[in-house]
C-alpha cells in the first residue's frame, strides 16, 4: 500500500500543477478581457490623407470584395488581394469581414486610399471585424448606421459615403447583410427607408442573389448581368453586387480569386447622367 501511494504521488502532484497552470491562464484571458472591454478600440477608424484626392471625371471604378479576415485555409489573402487592387485599379473599394488592427488598412492607405472601417464587433483575439471602405477621393459625409440585426449574429451595418466628382457629389451605400433571407430583407427595407431615396450606387455582400434584389425595394438599382460569386473555388451563388440609380455600365464585371471564399467584383460606369437623376 506504501508503494502504491508512493507511486501516485508524482501524478497527484502534476495534476495539481496543470490545475494551476489553467487556472492561471483563465487569470491572464479573465483579466485581458476585462481591459479590452473597459478599453476597447474605438468602433470606428478613419485613415484619410487630403494629397489622396483624386476627382473623378466622367468614369467611376468600384470593386467589391469579402476578404475573410485576410486570410482561407490559414493562408494569408492579402498580398493577392493587393494584386487584384493594382490590376483592376478601383477609385473605391467595398470590403467585408475585415480585421482592422493587423495592418493590411493601414498598408492600403500608404498606397494612396483614403479608409473607413466600422466595427461589427470587437472579438478578444483578432481585435475589430467589420466593414471598410477605400477611396482614391477624398471621404465626405462618412458614417455608419447600424442594421436590424439578429441577438446572435455580430452587428451588421452598412456605411455611407459622398465622392466628389466633376457630375457633383456621388453617394454611396456599402454593406454586408444578413445570410438569412429574412433578415437580409429587412435590413435591405431598412436601408431604402434611410437613404434610398440619396444613394447613387451600392456595394458589398449582399448575400442575395440579383432575382432577389430585384424583387426588394432596391430593385431599380439591381439590373445587371448575372454572375456567381460564391464559392471561389466553383462559384454558385450570386452574393456579391455593386448596383446603381444613375451609373451606366461600361464594360463587364471583373471578377478576381484573390484568396478568399468570395470573389471580387469590379465594375466601371458612365457618371455623366448621375447629378440629373436626382
Not at 448581368?225 to 454558385?236: E, V
Request: hydrophobic residues 35%; contains cysteine; aromatic residues 8%.
Amino acid at each position: 500500500m506504501a508503494e502504491l501511494i508512493k507511486d501516485t504521488e508524482p501524478k497527484r502532484r502534476n495534476i495539481s500543477r496543470i490545475i494551476k497552470s489553467v487556472a492561471a491562464c483563465t487569470l491572464i484571458l479573465t483579466s485581458a478581457f476585462i481591459q479590452m472591454r473597459d478599453t476597447p478600440e474605438p468602433d470606428a477608424e478613419f485613415l484619410q490623407d487630403k494629397s489622396n484626392n483624386e476627382l473623378l471625371e466622367d468614369s467611376v471604378t468600384i470593386m467589391t470584395a469579402n476578404v475573410h479576415r485576410w486570410k482561407l485555409h490559414g493562408r494569408g489573402n492579402y498580398p493577392r488581394f493587393i494584386k487584384a487592387v493594382q490590376k483592376r485599379d478601383p477609385d473605391i473599394i467595398c470590403m467585408q469581414e475585415v480585421l482592422a488592427d493587423k495592418g493590411q488598412l493601414r498598408d492600403l492607405h500608404k498606397l494612396g486610399y483614403n479608409i473607413y472601417f466600422f466595427a461589427s464587433t470587437h472579438e478578444l483575439i483578432d481585435g475589430r471585424y467589420g466593414n471598410a471602405v477605400a477611396s482614391k477621393s477624398e471621404l465626405l459625409d462618412t458614417s455608419a448606421m447600424l442594421l436590424p440585426s439578429r441577438h446572435n449574429d455580430s452587428h451588421r451595418n452598412a456605411i455611407n459615403f459622398s465622392i466628389q466628382s466633376s457630375r457633383g457629389t456621388l453617394e454611396f451605400l456599402s454593406t454586408h447583410l444578413d445570410t438569412n433571407i429574412t433578415y437580409s430583407d429587412r435590413q435591405i427595407v431598412y436601408i431604402n427607408s434611410t437613404v434610398g431615396d440619396t444613394m447613387d450606387f451600392g456595394c458589398g455582400d449582399f448575400n442575395q442573389s440579383l432575382d432577389e434584389l430585384e424583387s426588394s425595394p432596391l430593385g431599380s438599382m439591381a439590373k445587371s448581368r448575372r454572375f456567381s460569386t460564391f464559392p471561389s473555388i466553383k462559384p454558385r451563388l450570386q452574393l456579391d453586387h455593386i448596383i446603381t440609380n444613375c451609373g451606366r455600365l461600361t464594360s463587364g464585371a471583373m471578377l478576381d480569386d484573390f484568396g478568399s471564399d468570395h470573389l471580387s467584383v469590379t465594375k466601371t460606369f458612365d457618371i455623366k447622367n448621375c447629378s440629373e437623376t436626382r
